[in-house]
């Protein structure tokens, strides 16, 4: 049976790779999002080593000490996340989750001997993202939702505020079982009033139904809705194919056809992937961003027939629809495939601390069967070294899994070892995480009038002194 899986986190930080979720909600439906069972909400404790960002705590109102007295450790908060995600024929889904919880989750399932992947795809399991399906009804099929606006006329895809404008439920943003009610809520908006188009997004989140448009071989045009693409044509574009990734067989190079195409004929690849990574605002003057973009065939994205953009459709987003069918007929007549494997072929710098380098590799065979052992093992068999990985990278994640969740599993030497590496997580900002001199410039810039502020910002800075003492590092002045 297919389900859906609603689901959202509230997290201590922005960054996936970096920090860490305080919160989960979850809540089941069928095809036709009525309820199933009961929905499940979860605190998280916060790591040891690791500073919350004061942004975020004072966005949820979820400090550090509510998620360390009322939360989970981060084995246990995983574990009953995977449990809902990994019944066999469900699809994982949220809003804004493809770029955000899906990479949170993916995190907390590698850091805790998870494989990372398998909910996704194995015994019939998907995942979905319902603000790519609002973006795709606003920019196609507009009719019966509310699109409140920003101040540039374009719509704001806003959870709180499409559910404001549309009346639907939604007492607390930014609370994660609120915001996964509201989801709900939304979508059944949505496939009130765009039932077909809200089935055809439903039908074509497969990676093989998206390679249907998406195909380099064939090199057909096709439309394609993406927060990627300029707000200034709607999100929208008419795409056409180039070349498959030279390193990641599920993504597609793709060219939006409207802009112009002179620099991918006649540039050289290296120039080419300079003018690719270099910042709008620090283009010369007259050379405009090239229309390159990868579309990732796993990410669900929103694509479609190129019938769908006739005349009204374009004018409505502003795209030279004359333009784009010349270049695409130019385009026909040229294989540049080789050229864009050399653009996007660099080599892949991995990150210097093990708990960031899920995308450094799969893990082998021999230490993913190590993964249920660790997870179901106590103080004393993780310390007593009979689960040895061939991975130096898992084996410092097991050595951090024990420092954190099994300290007394630690000898000596180890712990002086773990001390001074979570010191310097704190203190040298080249590793990534929220250094201590960080966290407290962004805590004192925090407006703290009101009277909830003041109280999240004396909570925080408690923690933060917290923290420094537990590891021997002083508080910044």
């Known amino acids: 049976m297919e389900t859906l899986y609603w689901h959202d986190f509230e997290t201590f930080g922005l960054s996936p790779a970096c920090d860490r979720p305080s919160q989960f909600a979850g809540l089941r439906t069928d095809l036709d999002l009525n309820p199933i069972g009961e929905p499940l909400m979860i605190y998280c404790q916060p790591a040891p080593d690791l500073l919350p960002s004061a942004q975020a705590v004072q966005v949820t109102g979820i400090t550090p000490q509510l998620a360390a007295s009322e939360g989970l450790a981060e084995p246990a908060f995983i574990a009953a ?20 919880d899906d990479e949170v989750t993916r ?14 795809w194995q015994h019939g399991n998907s995942r979905w993202d319902l603000l790519e399906v609002a973006r795709f009804a606003w920019a196609l099929r507009p009719d019966g939702i509310v699109w409140p606006q920003r101040d540039n006329g374009l719509p704001s895809l806003k959870l709180e505020q499409l559910t404001a404008a549309n009346g639907l439920a939604h007492e607390a943003a930014h609370d994660a079982l609120s915001d996964v009610t509201a989801t709900i809520a939304l979508a059944k908006l949505i496939k009130q009033a765009q039932p077909k188009l809200f089935d055809y997004a439903w039908q074509h989140r497969s990676k093989q139904r998206a390679g249907e448009f998406v195909d380099p071989r064939r090199r057909q045009p096709f439309v394609h809705v993406s927060g990627r693409l300029p707000a200034e044509h709607g999100y929208t574009a008419l795409m056409m194919p180039l070349a498959t990734h030279p390193s990641n067989k599920n993504a597609v190079i793709c060219v939006d056809l409207s802009r112009a195409i002179e620099p991918l004929l006649e540039l050289s690849a290296e120039q080419l992937r300079e003018r690719l990574y270099t910042r709008s605002e620090q283009l010369p003057d007259g050379v405009e961003r090239l229309g390159l973009k990868q579309i990732q065939l796993n990410k669900c994205p929103m694509v ?35 050229k864009l494997g050399a653009v996007f072929g660099r080599d892949f710098t991995p990150r210097a601390d093990a708990d960031q380098q899920l995308y450094d590799g799969f893990a082998s065979s021999a230490d993913k069967a190590l993964f249920a052992a660790v997870r179901g ?33 630690l000898s000596e030497a180890e712990r002086g070892q773990w001390q001074q590496e979570a010191a310097a997580r704190l203190s040298d900002p080249a590793l990534g995480y929220r250094t201590l001199e960080q966290a407290y410039a962004e805590l004192g810039a925090l407006d703290v009038s009101d009277p909830r502020s003041a109280e999240l910002a004396a909570q925080l800075s408690q923690w933060y002194q917290h923290v420094a003492q537990s590891l021997g590092l002083a508080v910044p002045d």
Not at 107 to 120: G, I, K, M, Q, V
Not at 306 to 315: H, S, Y
Not at 322 to 332: A, F, H, S, T
Not at 393 to 402: A, I, T
């Open 377 to 409: 093992a106590d103080a004393q068999q993780l310390g007593d070294g009979s689960l040895q990985f061939e991975s130096a990278r898992y084996r410092q994640l097991l050595f951090n899994y024990r420092a954190r969740y099994y300290p007394e599993s």
């Open 107 to 120: 995190y907390t399932l590698y850091r805790n001997f998870y494989d990372p992947y398998a909910r996704e």
């Open 81 to 100: 996340i995977e449990r809902e995600l990994a019944l066999p024929g469900t699809c994982g889904v949220g809003y804004n989750s493809l770029r955000f």
């Open 304 to 338: 479609a027939t190129a019938k769908l953009l006739d005349e009204p459709l374009a004018a409505r987003h502003s795209i030279d629809l004359d333009r784009c069918m010349n270049n695409y007929q130019r385009l026909q007549q040229v294989d540049l495939s080789a």
